[in-house]
């Protein structure tokens, strides 16, 4: 199933190598053990601590850096993907699922502090944020986080890169 990601960097030279890579990949694999398969297109913006700490106050009201964040555009149900009910690029008819912002600073931190580097971190944090374009959230310790913990874990599985920790 193809996906069409558009990646952008905050900043001339913030990044990694293989980001674009790991994102495209992790992505694919979150979506393809959802069950979606319709060509879909999502955004990606690379940026920093301060970056995404802007971000999050004017999106959030959250005057915090934070790992990811997810605007879904499409209010769907959490392991229930309907590509009609979802809004499709006028030119590619793909399926737009919404936009990621990482800080590349914050996923380097939590790759050396949980032990699984800054790649293993990048792409669980795309498969978390997939999972929220996708309708799953985790605003509470009740059922919801549960099932997005383990959707995680299992596509973390799938990719080869299974022993997630908690980081978000």
Known sequence: MPVKLSLTRAKRGLGHENARKLILRAAKCALKCEGVDCPCAL???????E???E?????RGVDAATDV????????SPGQFEAEDCERDLDTGCVLLGDMAFSLER???Q????GHGFEHELMYLTVHSVLHLLGYDHVDEGEMKRQMRAREKR???ELGEGNIEEAT
């Open 107 to 109: 996923c380097a931190a």
């Open 69 to 76: 964040l997810s605007f879904p555009l499409n209010e769907l």
């Open 155 to 157: 596509i973390m599985s």
């Open 55 to 59: 971000i999050n106050r004017e999106y």
């Open 111 to 114: 790759g050396e502090e949980f």
């Open 51 to 53: 970056g995404i700490r």
């Open 43 to 49: 955004s990606a913006l690379l940026t920093d601590n």
